[in-house]
């Protein structure tokens, strides 16, 4: 799943949707303990710490503080969490690993990188079937709250989000050529060229299949989703 799809598994509450965009940028173990509301005084005391720990000879945890030097909400941290389910979810799924077969083993490597993108554009094309919001008003409360928080984010993260809210990112993903222009990106970005600029033909030609397939997979993983956002009480 790629930004769109991670904003939209997680839910109503604008920091666990912040918290899934951020599952991309904000990488290492998240413990347990700040996720868990039944016990909010550990992690009232962990962010004490933490915020204590600035400008002395303790460092603070990377992970509990934002750009700004304030502690992330259990919230977000626990969006974040539910990210990376998510995506342990997708990768074991068997629909989407007939997916990745089915673009053929001369995109093995990045086919799972080509299907996070192509899935945002599924999902942007069937949004109407998935929420009451149309996909502009969604995601311009989006955009507008990560405006908001610009300072708190990761660098790479409010610049992202900057770019998205100027070309109406989330909304353009339904345009076949922005998925294209999107991949060509992400293999700039990579330290070795992959064969991400020559999947897209191949993602075009079984755009019926992988329709299929991600019409199957949406409502197990809203299911997914779900559940796990009751256990993280969010």
Not at 24 to 34: A, R, Y
Not at 73 to 94: F, N
Not at 180 to 191: G, M
């Amino acid at each position: 799943m790629n930004y769109l799809a991670h904003v939209y598994l997680s839910g109503d509450g604008v920091d666990a949707q912040l918290g899934g965009l951020l599952g991309d940028f904000i990488k290492g173990p998240l413990p347990l303990v700040w996720l868990d509301p039944n016990m909010a005084e550990p992690l009232i005391e962990a962010r004490s710490k933490a915020v204590q720990g600035i400008g002395s000879h303790e460092k603070p945890h990377p992970l509990l503080l934002n750009r700004s030097g304030r502690p992330w909400s259990r919230e977000l941290l626990a969006g974040i969490y539910l990210h990376r389910l998510i995506d342990a979810y997708i990768d074991q799924h068997p629909l989407f690993k007939s997916c990745i077969e089915r673009l053929g083993p001369e995109h093995r490597r990045v086919a799972g990188i080509a299907l996070d993108v192509f899935f945002d554009h599924l999902l942007a094309r069937l949004w109407r079937r998935v929420h009451l919001q149309s996909l502009a008003d969604f995601s311009g409360a989006f955009y507008a709250h990560c405006a908001a928080r610009s300072d708190e984010l990761p660098i790479r993260a409010a610049t992202l989000m900057a770019r998205a809210q100027e070309h109406k990112l989330f909304e353009s993903y339904a345009q076949l050529d922005v998925i294209a222009a999107v991949l060509i990106r992400i293999d700039q970005r990579l330290s070795r060229r992959t064969s991400l600029t020559r999947i897209m033909p191949v993602l075009e030609a079984e755009e019926g299949f992988l329709l299929q397939q991600f019409e199957l997979l949406l409502p197990e993983l809203q299911a997914f989703s779900s559940q796990q956002r009751r256990a993280l009480a969010l």
